[in-house]
């Protein structure tokens, strides 16, 4: 291994894991000849993995030149893979020598930063390739040293520009806007974060990440932008003008979405079907806390559907959607069965010291435990200030404060401070379990009917 990672000059390794096995696969072949993909099963080589500081799974690096460069953050699908890597294989910055090169390189499905400099000793262009080094798993750079490429841009001195896709062009907003600070990574940064996506960009797998850090109503629809583009900007242009500055100055943000891209995610996350909606945009909210709502009413071509669900919605009126299994009718065993609709009556109780486990069904370790969670549950059973709870994390929504990424997942909610929730590190032994809630539970607990001095 130690070999294969020296001879490739950008390369990315994954510490093997099956659910994303797959796509890695895929997105192998795919890149044959472009990028070399390699893995490593870090049960048979744990000495290469502990080398590189590989704690968890699954774990993606890059590697360039036979050198640890970066952790890969980018997108998990194939597509997603072959789009992020495909963008390591060429120089941070591309060269720019005609006018004919300028305008392929911004003619793009993506954003695009240019810089335009006066000559190859520019202090300038030393800190965009800079910047360029460190942004380029994330933004499209281009430089050039003939100020004259940038004439029709009305650059007539250095300047960096941030042109945006074509397709998404509008008449009420810039498509190329002008950076006029003193170039620093940390500036351009800001800038490009600031401006790149515009009223209202395109949802997609590759940039899901960076748009839902924030409040963003979403509009799904059959979105092809390569095949109709007209038609994917008739919707989109309905929630420009009508409903974005209306709405701005109060924290929302918008974006249209190809409903095929998220049929997964539409229906575990929100209840919605491939069908509903029918041709016309089914829409969404998600807020950076994680609240979901789903708009009701038919989308409809003058946008006043569109500006009522709005105004329920800053006015509080709307219901949040809540994946939720139904609450049991029946729930007097020792381990206590919570669901998303009974999570706040139950974990939160502000008078109950609350041990709780997120599971996945069909996760092995939570097998292997549930009969010492079951045992530990019967061993406080007759203390009416511990509950012992599970919920099934895959068929209910998590809320805010708990950090479910594996199975199982376990954290205590003392009495007192629910807007604190401590994530268990402890072995998963009745004893050890014991010994934790002893420590940190409000109530001196009762084991099988004795009460535990602290």
């Given at each position: 291994?130690?070999?294969?990672?020296?001879c490739?000059?950008?390369?990315?390794i994954?510490?093997l894991f099956?659910?994303l096995?797959p796509?890695?696969?895929t997105?192998?072949?795919?890149?044959k000849?472009?990028?070399p993909?390699?893995?490593?099963?870090?049960t048979a080589?744990?000495?290469t993995?502990?080398r590189?500081?590989?704690?968890?799974y699954p774990?993606?690096?890059?590697?360039r030149?036979g050198?640890d460069?970066?952790?890969?953050?980018?997108?998990?699908?194939?597509?997603?893979?072959?789009?992020?890597m495909?963008?390591?294989?060429?120089?941070?910055?591309?060269?720019?020598?005609r006018?004919a090169d300028?305008?392929a390189f911004v003619?793009h499905?993506?954003a695009?930063v240019?810089g335009f400099?006066?000559?190859p000793d520019?202090?300038?262009?030393?800190?965009?390739?800079?910047?360029?080094?460190?942004?380029?798993?994330?933004?499209?750079f281009?430089?050039?040293?003939?100020?004259?490429?940038?004439?029709k841009h009305g650059?007539?001195t250095?300047r960096?520009?941030?042109?945006?896709?074509?397709?998404l062009?509008?008449?009420f907003?810039e498509?190329?806007?002008r950076?006029?600070?003193?170039?620093?990574?940390?500036?351009l940064?800001?800038?490009i974060?600031?401006?790149?996506?515009?009223?209202?960009?395109?949802?997609?797998?590759?940039?899901?990440d960076?748009?839902?850090?924030?409040?963003?109503?979403?509009?799904y629809?059959?979105?092809?932008?390569?095949q109709?583009?007209?038609?994917?900007?008739?919707w989109r242009n309905?929630?420009?003008?009508?409903?974005?500055?209306?709405f701005?100055s109060?924290?929302?943000?918008?974006?249209v979405?190809n409903?095929?891209?998220?049929?997964?995610e539409?229906?575990e996350?929100?209840?919605?079907?491939?069908?509903d909606?029918?041709?016309?945009?089914?829409v969404?909210?998600?807020?950076r806390?994680?609240?979901?709502y789903?708009m009701r009413e038919e989308?409809?071509r003058?946008?006043?559907?569109l500006?009522?669900?709005?105004?329920?919605y800053?006015?509080?009126?709307?219901?949040?959607?809540i994946?939720?299994e139904?609450i049991?009718?029946?729930?007097?065993?020792?381990?206590?069965?919570v669901?998303?609709?009974s999570?706040?009556e139950?974990?939160n109780?502000p008078?109950k010291?609350?041990?709780?486990e997120?599971?996945?069904?069909?996760?092995g370790h939570?097998?292997?435990?549930e009969p010492k969670?079951?045992?530990?549950?019967e061993q406080l059973?007759?203390?009416p200030?511990?509950?012992?709870?599970?919920?099934?994390?895959?068929a209910n929504?998590?809320?805010?404060g708990?950090?479910?990424?594996?199975?199982p997942?376990?954290?205590?909610?003392q009495?007192g401070k629910?807007d604190?929730p401590?994530?268990?590190?402890?072995?998963?032994?009745?004893?050890?379990?014991i010994?934790?809630?002893?420590g940190?539970?409000l109530?001196?607990?009762?084991?099988s009917?004795?009460?535990?001095?602290?």
């Amino acid at each position: 291994t130690h070999n294969y990672i020296n001879c490739i000059a950008c390369s990315l390794i994954l510490i093997l894991f099956l659910k994303l096995a797959p796509d890695f696969e895929t997105a192998a072949t795919r890149l044959k000849g472009t990028v070399p993909l390699a893995k490593v099963d870090c049960t048979a080589s744990p000495d290469t993995c502990g080398r590189f500081g590989v704690t968890g799974y699954p774990t993606l690096k890059i590697f360039r030149n036979g050198e640890d460069s970066s952790s890969y953050d980018g997108p998990r699908s194939a597509d997603g893979i072959v789009h992020f890597m495909k963008k390591q294989a060429g120089p941070n910055s591309v060269t720019l020598r005609r006018e004919a090169d300028l305008e392929a390189f911004v003619n793009h499905f993506d954003a695009s930063v240019v810089g335009f400099f006066s000559g190859p000793d520019s202090g300038q262009l030393a800190e965009f390739l800079k910047a360029a080094s460190v942004m380029r798993e994330h933004f499209r750079f281009a430089h050039t040293i003939d100020m004259t490429l940038g004439l029709k841009h009305g650059v007539d001195t250095e300047r960096v520009l941030l042109f945006r896709p074509p397709r998404l062009s509008s008449k009420f907003e810039e498509s190329v806007l002008r950076f006029t600070e003193t170039i620093t990574t940390h500036t351009l940064r800001r800038f490009i974060r600031d401006n790149i996506f515009g009223m209202c960009p395109h949802l997609t797998n590759e940039n899901r990440d960076k748009l839902k850090g924030q409040d963003l109503l979403t509009a799904y629809y059959d979105l092809d932008y390569l095949q109709n583009p007209k038609g994917s900007n008739y919707w989109r242009n309905r929630l420009v003008p009508q409903h974005f500055k209306p709405f701005a100055s109060q924290g929302l943000s918008f974006a249209v979405a190809n409903r095929r891209d998220f049929v997964d995610e539409l229906e575990e996350e929100f209840g919605l079907g491939a069908s509903d909606g029918g041709d016309l945009p089914f829409v969404t909210i998600r807020t950076r806390q994680g609240f979901k709502y789903t708009m009701r009413e038919e989308f409809t071509r003058d946008g006043k559907s569109l500006e009522r669900f709005l105004e329920d919605y800053f006015a509080g009126r709307l219901k949040r959607y809540i994946k939720s299994e139904p609450i049991p009718e029946k729930n007097k065993g020792p381990v206590k069965v919570v669901v998303a609709e009974s999570f706040e009556e139950i974990v939160n109780d502000p008078e109950k010291d609350v041990l709780i486990e997120f599971y996945a069904p069909w996760c092995g370790h939570c097998k292997s435990l549930e009969p010492k969670y079951k045992e530990l549950a019967e061993q406080l059973y007759s203390d009416p200030n511990i509950v012992i709870a599970k919920m099934d994390a895959t068929a209910n929504d998590v809320p805010q404060g708990f950090d479910v990424q594996g199975f199982p997942t376990i954290y205590f909610a003392q009495a007192g401070k629910k807007d604190q929730p401590k994530r268990y590190e402890g072995a998963h032994e009745v004893k050890d379990f014991i010994k934790y809630l002893k420590g940190e539970a409000l109530h001196v607990p009762v084991v099988s009917g004795v009460r535990e001095d602290l």
